[in-house]
């Protein structure tokens, strides 16, 4: 009796182990809309890009902040971007590995379709407006439920918008905020799609 027992115990123990490897997988193998963890964290699929995969936080990074203090509408020379440069990054860092995490360059074009404010080098950062259009669809309505900025400027100042950026809700709202008022940072990057991770 106690021979069998032992065997049904092994049994189980390899048809869990294997459940477990079934898990286990290249990010590469999710579809746009799937939730992975990894670091203890969630993360949603975005977008399959040639050996890349464009990632979001399945929910907000710290507390409510400010874009900028200065009021400044420029990600590039943001608060935000300098929240995103060090704390978001290096928690992905750790999370992804540096090498893992790729560079981007990011066209900061405003809602009116101006290209004021040019290109910025980025790593992690906020969706930009055309990304939340396209994505928010995988974007769960009960985790981004509150008002999270994009990175991206209202309009120019010439047009009277000196001081706008784009905000936004899984709920489909969109509205312009000043810099210096607060919002949650959801933060997004594109990492290498060999990167192995446990499925949800």
């Known amino acids: 009796m106690s021979e069998v027992l032992e065997i049904l115990k092994e049994a189980v123990r390899i048809l869990e182990a294997e459940k ?17 963890s990894k670091g ?4 949603i699929v975005l977008n399959q890009e040639s ?3 464009r990632i979001c936080l399945n929910g907000y990074h710290g507390e409510d902040m400010q874009f900028d203090a200065g009021n400044c509408p420029d990600y590039k020379n943001s608060d935000l971007k300098e929240y995103c440069d ?4 290096e928690e992905f860092s750790e999370i992804f590995g540096e090498d893992n995490i790729c560079d981007e360059e990011v066209l900061l074009i405003t809602m009116d379709g101006q290209k004021k404010y040019g290109i910025c080098n980025c ?7 055309d990304e939340w259009r396209k ?7 009960e ?3 509150e008002w ?19 905000v936004c809700n899984a709920a489909g709202n969109l509205n312009a905020n000043n810099a210096f008022n607060s919002g949650r940072c959801a933060p997004a990057c594109v990492i290498s799609s060999s990167v192995k991770v446990e499925r949800v």
């Not at 203890?40 to 993360?43: A, D, P």
């Not at 790593?123 to 407006?129: G, M, N």
């Open 135 to 141: 994505y928010n669809q995988y974007l769960p309505e």
């Open 40 to 43: 203890g964290r969630e993360f």
């Open 123 to 129: 790593r992690v950062r906020p969706l930009t407006f």
């Open 148 to 166: 999270y900025w994009l990175c991206t400027p209202w309009s120019t100042p010439d047009r009277g918008w000196e001081h706008s950026v784009a």
């Open 51 to 53: 050996g890349k995969t």
């Open 20 to 36: 477990e490897r079934e898990k286990t997988v290249s990010v590469e193998d999710l579809k746009a809309g799937e939730i992975f």
């Open 86 to 89: 060090t704390e978001v990054y």
């Open 143 to 145: 985790v981004f439920d």
